[in-house]
């Protein structure tokens, strides 16, 4: 079992409920990670490496399956890496504080910040048959 750090859509139990396909609403907890910021995708949230000391807050929940994580991977799509991050809890149960796991936007973050196309993205998507 492994925390995920959640932004954006994910935050929402019941969003959370119908991708992993849940009898029931999962325990979210309050929580953020540090050294990231958030940028615009489209209409979606993206999470970029950010500053040291900058915060984003968000959910967490605990993966308790390798299937639970593939399905969170697959919905989140090629766009994001997943990559291990502290996360801080901010409810006040415990643990405080947890190596885990958060879908990290994998194109270009410049061109999120200075909203252009970003073909590095795009190339990506493709699965890179066009030579990018």
């Known amino acids: ?17 119908r991708i992993l396909d849940l009898p029931e609403e999962p325990h979210l907890r309050k929580a953020e990670v540090t050294g990231y ?8 949230p993206a999470l970029i490496n950010g ?25 989140e799509t090629n766009a994001y890496e997943i ?3 502290w996360i801080f809890f901010k409810d006040g149960e415990e ?5 885990g796991k958060v879908f990290v936007y994998a194109g270009d973050a410049q061109a999120l910040l200075e909203q252009r196309f970003d073909r590095k993205l795009w190339g990506k998507q493709m699965g890179g048959s066009l030579g990018f």
């Open 83 to 85: 990559t291990d991050c």
């Open 1 to 17: 079992p492994v925390y995920y750090f959640f932004y954006g859509t994910l935050t929402s139990a019941i969003q959370v409920q």
């Open 95 to 99: 643990p405080h504080k947890v190596v």
């Open 37 to 44: 910021a958030i940028a615009k995708w489209g209409d979606y």
């Open 51 to 75: 500053e040291q000391g900058q915060v984003v807050t968000g959910s967490s929940y605990l993966v308790k399956a390798e299937e639970e994580a593939q399905k969170l991977a697959h919905y």
